[in-house]
């Protein structure tokens, strides 16, 4: 039953995605327009932009269009900061969920350009979204999370990274990778009024999402070999079992205090996460 109703989430938010690209097609070059399309359409989860509707309709409130526009504007950020991360100059990736990476396919000149393009479309359309004190803040609060106290930082720290400590590569996955599930969860929250108790709630669940998220590809990279410099990770199973099973506990009771036990948010937590 969750699993059709996330499939609907889905169809949603590529609709949704579709729309915003196609009112560029025959208006950019073909070349970008491909890049573009092809990097938004590879395959994802679509996790961020789910969140962010499962967070809305945990609220009770509908689908706006202003919704679907911010959902949409995360997944297009989501799908540009992958494509600059498996650039040869940081990740290196040549295969992205069993298909070329986009500079693979396109070249690096044309995938720097593409990632460029699809930052700047999300913001694009986000400010289509600002009509009044709270979609300026919820607009705001995403470009904040995406920038460079944000997802950027972790990146620079990712690639910089020379030391050791736990509590300093967990900062480093709070910023690279629980920064953008915060603009998915909280973003929604402040454009529809919420009270501050709910948005900082959300925020807090945000960081342990992503930093469980984090783990758990830490944990499945531990019996592989891994080809990838200076990359930050945790290698201790134990370790990262107790922080995930932590966090997951931190979760649950912050649910349990905003009233979000057993809704469409919850489920969708436990489904992924």
């Given at each position: 039953m969750m699993n059709n109703y996330i499939d609907n989430l889905i169809e949603k938010i590529d609709y949704e995605l579709k729309n915003v690209l196609n009112c560029y097609r025959g208006f950019i070059p073909d070349a970008l327009y491909d890049g573009m399309f092809y990097a938004c359409f590879g395959g994802g989860?679509?996790?961020?932009?789910?969140?962010?509707?499962?967070?809305?309709?945990?609220?009770?409130?509908?689908?706006?269009?202003e919704v679907m526009t911010l959902a949409a504007s995360i997944e297009m950020i989501h799908s540009y900061s992958l494509v600059h991360d498996d650039l040869p100059g940081m990740d290196n990736d040549l295969f992205?969920?069993?298909?070329?990476?986009?500079?693979?396919?396109?070249?690096?000149?044309?995938?720097?350009?593409?990632?460029?393009?699809?930052?700047?479309?999300?913001?694009?359309?986000?400010?289509?979204?600002?009509?009044?004190?709270?979609?300026?803040?919820?607009?705001?609060?995403?470009i904040n999370k995406a920038g460079v106290k944000g997802m950027i930082a972790g990146q620079t720290k990712d690639i910089t990274y020379n030391n050791e400590h736990l509590e300093e590569v967990l900062t480093i996955y709070e910023n690279k990778t629980s920064a953008l599930f915060q603009a998915s969860m909280v973003a929604p929250a402040i454009l529809l009024?919420?009270?501050?108790?709910?948005?900082?709630?959300l925020e807090e669940i945000a960081k342990y999402l992503g930093l469980i998220f984090q783990l758990k590809d830490d944990l499945s990279d531990i019996n592989r070999s891994n080809e990838k410099?200076?990359?930050v990770k945790i290698s201790n199973k134990r370790i990262i079992e107790g922080l995930i099973a932590d966090f997951r506990q931190k979760v649950e009771l912050i649910l349990e205090c905003i009233g979000f036990k057993n809704t469409k948010l919850h489920k969708v937590i436990r489904m992924y996460f």
């Open positions: 989860k679509r996790i961020r932009p789910v969140l962010m509707l499962v967070t809305v309709e945990s609220m009770r409130k509908p689908f706006t269009k992205r969920r069993g298909k070329p990476t986009v500079h693979v396919k396109f070249g690096q000149g044309m995938a720097i350009l593409i990632g460029d393009a699809l930052l700047n479309t999300a913001f694009e359309i986000m400010s289509v979204v600002i009509k009044d004190d709270n979609s300026l803040k919820a607009c705001s609060y995403i009024g919420l009270d501050e108790k709910i948005i900082v709630s410099l200076n990359t």
